[in-house]
């Protein structure tokens, strides 16, 4: 089992020298299988997210569903808990977000430059969950070499992958630099860059555990750097990948009514 090591180091810390890659990968494919094995074509995930929200004293827990499918570009986020917060609701239906707020009985569209704001005041952003880009095709991707030891972890190697927006993409976000192990395609580490070139967020994976024939990381920590001692953790309580949906799934009626 691969756990996560030197979750608070800074970037890069822990990591050895990279090693020059082998000869005929493909980084495009490499971030591919990672994307894979992480969402497959269809997924539902069930997770609590654990954060010092801004200007409280305390942790806040938000337990949570996901469903993706990601062939059509679809996906469904419902806040199971707490109370105040159950039923909220957030739904990606090409070309649209929307979101539906129940205790408001409020409908909003969540616009494009919106899409890399903290979801629900953590460290992780509506991107990250709704998957409204595509972290595949939208970027141009180039190995780096591998890292024969990632963040300090013994006997674990993954390949460094550094994803650039492609000229004219819509977003906030204009580099990404992966470490995928080299195995299992396991996501372990993503270095978040804006435009300029300035790391802003940080998101590691561990607690990876088999499921349905994959090496699946249970638990995502992220960080943002300008939020000094701020961290967002989710820890997955299931994942099924491949589920058969209904026809209204994603629909704006199914967003107000899930049943």
Known sequence: MLVLVALFAAPGAGSAELEPAPDGLVAAEIAERAEVLLRGRRRVLDAGMTFWQGGRTGKQVIRFRATDDRELG???IRILAPEEEAGRAFLRLPPNVWTWVPKDERFARIPPGEWHSPWLGGAFDNDDLLHLSDPVAGFEHRLLGVDPQP???????????ESRARAGARG?????????????????????????GTL?????????????GRKFPHVWIARRIAWEGHETRIEVEGVWFDPEFDADTFSTQRLKSPD
């Open 172 to 196: 906030a976000i204009g580099r990404i630099v992966s470490w995928i192990e080299v195995d299992h395609a396991t996501p372990l580490r993503r270095e978040y860059y804006d435009a300029a």
């Open 151 to 161: 963040d300090g972890m013994v006997g674990v190697r993954a390949y460094v992958v």
């Open 74 to 76: 679809r996906s469904l």
């Open 200 to 212: 802003v967020r940080v998101l590691r994976f561990g607690a990876i555990r088999e499921v349905q």
